[in-house]
T-cell receptor, first 114, second 113 residues
Framework: GESVGLHLPTLSVQEGDNSIINCAYS??????FIWYKQESGKGPQFIID?????DKRQGQRVTVLLNKTVKHLSLQIAATQPGDSAVYFC?????????????FGKGTLLTVNP | DAMVIQNPRYQVTQFGKPVTLSCSQT?????MYWYQQKSSQAPKLLFH???????NEADTPDNFQSRRPNTSFCFLDIRSPGLGDTAMYLC????????????FGDGTRLSIL
């Protein structure tokens, strides 16, 4: 079936470095993508989203890149801080106007070393 | 602050004993969702409400039911919990379109003994 997956289950970086978290999706009908951050014992927290008519979107210290040709999504975090340590999930929505389901990827654990 | 609030944060219940989890929102969003998240896994959608319209996922067990008495509240009822239902249960809301972010509560961690 269609799925969203992640290349790297864990990522360890030094404080101040840039982080890149990758996500592959297989459903070519998906037209809306979200990145969530989930800290231990908490619910997923919205970071940034992107629609399929865009290939890049920037937020505060974060950038999402979408490559529809190879069905790839990435989250870039600039100047990573210890507070960025968490599990990061990408999620996709098939859209079509009436499908509200988000399909989540497996998650990447980001550890920031001081 | 506007938010999604889940109660209780932790719930322990016995095998087969019905349990109800609650969710409230101050965002006035049309859509409310219930997800199940098992340890070290991604959240998995159980069902959602668009206003009063209930939408069940095909693979959600019959043991799981939901009620939405008004815009602000939504409940998850597990009629006869099994050991495999031990998980974090997350409630989320979104405004009124699929291409809008879903906002999550901090979940209820449910343990079945």
């Amino acid at each position: 079936g269609e799925s969203v997956g992640l290349h790297l289950p864990t990522l360890s970086v030094q404080e101040g470095d840039n982080s890149i978290i990758n996500c592959a999706y297989s459903n070519s009908a998906s037209d809306y993508f979200i990145w969530y951050k989930q800290e231990s014992g908490k619910g997923p927290q919205f970071i940034i989203d992107i629609r399929s008519n865009m290939d890049k979107r920037q937020g505060q210290r974060v950038t999402v890149l979408l490559n529809k040709t190879v069905k790839h999504l990435s989250l870039q975090i600039a100047a990573t801080q210890p507070g960025d340590s968490a599990v990061y999930f990408c999620a996709e929505n098939e859209g079509g106007g009436s499908n509200y389901k988000l399909t989540f990827g497996k998650g990447t654990l980001l550890t920031v070393n001081p | 602050d506007a938010m999604v609030i889940q109660n209780p944060r932790y719930q322990v219940t016995q095998f087969g004993k019905p349990v109800t989890l609650s969710c409230s929102q101050t965002l006035n969003h049309n859509v409310m969702y219930w997800y199940q998240q098992k340890s070290s896994q991604a959240p998995k959608l159980l069902f959602h409400y668009y206003d009063k319209d209930f939408n069940n996922e095909a693979d959600t067990p019959d043991n799981f039911q939901s009620r939405r008495p008004n815009t602000s509240f939504c409940f998850l009822d597990i009629r006869s919990p099994g050991l495999g239902d031990t998980a974090m249960y997350l409630c989320a809301t979104s405004r009124d379109r699929p291409d809008q972010p879903q906002h999550f509560g901090d979940g209820t961690r449910l343990s079945i003994l």
